[in-house]
């Protein structure tokens, strides 16, 4: 029988408006963890952040590419404490974004962490950006997300936003 | 798990395993390339996964090259892509010229240590003899002010099964230890 290779690990459905998003206790046992997001805000404007097990140290760095109707353009966040999902793209207040984020080799204490992200959202952006968390090698076992704008915490994810979590095994 | 669901006119629906990993290959110290040999032609697309690095002396980034088949012929190989390196984005290509076709950025030498590039790279419809094959390939990799992140488009004009398929550095000697690729097969 074929080993199962691409299995979910949680799917979370916000029950009422809430803060911040965490899904913690993720195994090992996989090789890459990918993420589908569906997010939604309380408040306009703002963007998604992501921190990785709890870390709130300057260890967030991305770069990014999008494109939003009228130009294509690129960006870089440095020395962060937290990573931004998504350039020129706030968060709505209805479900119409996407957001995929593939960690490669998560579980291993080797290497830095990087993440590839995409978002999507017809009305503002279609993007793509390499994100790299640079604490000291280790495993990742949580993810947790809030809407932030620009270092201050504001807006809640709405009712109905979904975060899925996916565990991929290599051989 | 992820399945493909066949259900057809109140037919029984049938569940099975869609993706399957095929083989994984780490690279435990500096080698020239990683070859996936002897693909089975029973899946419908192929992805690729993994973290990559380069030796390249010198520098904080090398160009990764993808090989089909062990085809050396550099007619057959060219290359389009979008990337962006945290200032402006930008568009490129390579049309023949090199018995491969570039396929993305990794760090090298001159980057941190425990830096490495991540790429998902799909090739779809693999053993079609019918079609020249395409690769698409989502990646790139950051380095707290500097990095790219890309998409990248691959031509083999060739219709053969894609059988083989091999990952290395264009300008450095070697993948760099702690590079590893795994190989997933998409049933249809």
Known sequence: ?171 | MLNSIVGLHGAGITVTNSYESIQTIPVTSATPSITFSSIPSTYKHLQIRGLVRSDRSGQTQDILGIRLNGDTTTTNYAAHWLQGDGSSAAGSSTIGGYAYAWNGYAPAANSTSGNYGVMVLDILDYSDTNKNKVTRMLGGNDQNGSGVAHLWSTLWAQTSAVNSVTILPVFGSNLAAGTTLALYGIKG
């Not at chain 1, 404007?45 to 140290?57: F, L, P």
């Not at chain 1, 020129?88 to 960690?103: A, E, S, V």
């Not at chain 1, 978002?119 to 280790?138: C, I």
């Open chain 1, 1 to 171: 029988m074929p080993t199962s290779t691409y299995e979910k690990i949680t799917a979370y459905t916000v029950p009422s408006n809430t803060t911040t998003v965490t899904l913690s206790s993720i195994p090992s046992t996989y090789t890459d963890l990918r993420l589908v997001m569906v997010p939604a805000s309380s408040s306009g404007t703002n963007g998604i952040r992501m921190r990785v097990n709890g870390d709130t140290g300057s260890n967030y760095s991305g770069t990014y590419l999008d494109g939003n109707g009228s130009n294509a353009a690129s960006w870089r966040d440095t020395s962060a404490t937290q990573f931004q999902l998504g350039y020129r793209l706030g968060i709505n207040t209805t479900l119409t974004q996407i957001y995929t984020i593939d960690f490669q080799n998560y579980a291993n204490s080797t290497t830095y962490k990087t993440a590839l992200v995409r978002y999507n959202d017809a009305s503002a952006a279609a993007g793509t950006a390499v994100l790299l968390w640079r604490k000291t090698p280790e495993a990742i076992t949580s993810l947790s997300f809030n809407i932030n704008s620009f270092g201050s915490s504001t807006g809640d994810f709405i009712t109905g936003s979904t975060f899925t979590l996916y565990g991929i095994k290599a051989a």
